[in-house]
Nanobody
């Protein structure tokens, strides 16, 4: 069992930055792939970024070049640095984990955090 808790969301103006954190429990954290997903009202949850145990990364085209995912295995924490934020980035952001490699489908992730709200104003 893995427990995930997100933090760092908030209200920011377009062009601004936020850093999200996901604190994870579990002694096998380093063997898990971690992902950040987002979901706006009335829309499907979509992948934002992922990172493997070996620090390989994946980014959705919509955030590539603006967001950076990283992990600190010693702290059992994954981060999402979000720069050049746009109003369309407004969503609830979720941290997720799975044992194995990075994958895109949300259904293949086993553990989810409670979500943290990110709101970007024009």
């Amino acid at each position: 069992q893995v427990q995930l808790v997100e933090s760092g969301g908030g209200l920011v103006q377009a062009g601004g930055s936020l850093r999200l954190s996901c604190a994870a429990s579990g002694r096998t954290f380093s063997s898990y792939a971690m992902g950040w997903f987002r979901q706006a009202p009335g829309k499907e949850r979509e992948v934002v970024a992922g990172i493997s145990w070996s620090a390989s990364t994946y980014y959705a085209d919509s955030v590539k070049g603006r967001f950076t995912i990283s992990r600190d295995n010693a702290k059992n924490t994954v981060y999402l640095q979000m720069n050049s934020l746009k109003p369309e980035d407004t969503d609830v952001y979720y941290c997720a984990a799975r044992k194995g490699s990075i994958v895109v489908p949300t259904t293949l992730y086993d553990y989810w955090g409670q979500g943290t709200q990110v709101t970007v104003s024009s």
